[in-house]
């Protein structure tokens, strides 16, 4: 019987996931690793967005909210 994963839980799992992956690469490879996560971990555009600009943030600095 297959486990149901609440889609916050997937979106967590995808950031670490990508964390893990990306080290301090560049912005070109992080697009490149949303878009394998997002495939990976089942995530529809709305997880998608929140990546980019969760890491788009990170990238700049500012506290994630």
């Known amino acids: 019987m297959a486990t ?3 889609q916050n ?3 967590r799992r ?3 996931w ?3 992956k ?3 690469d560049a912005n070109a490879k992080k697009a490149a690793l949303i878009e394998e996560a997002a495939a990976r ?3 529809g ?3 998608v967005e929140f990546l980019e600009r969760f890491f788009a943030n990170k990238a700049k600095g500012e506290p994630q909210s």
Do not use: K, R, W, Y
């Open 4 to 6: 149901v994963i609440p």
């Open 45 to 47: 555009p709305l997880e």
């Open 22 to 24: 990306c080290g301090s």
């Open 18 to 20: 990508i964390g893990e």
């Open 41 to 43: 971990f089942n995530l």
């Open 14 to 16: 995808a950031i670490d």
């Open 9 to 11: 839980e997937l979106t």
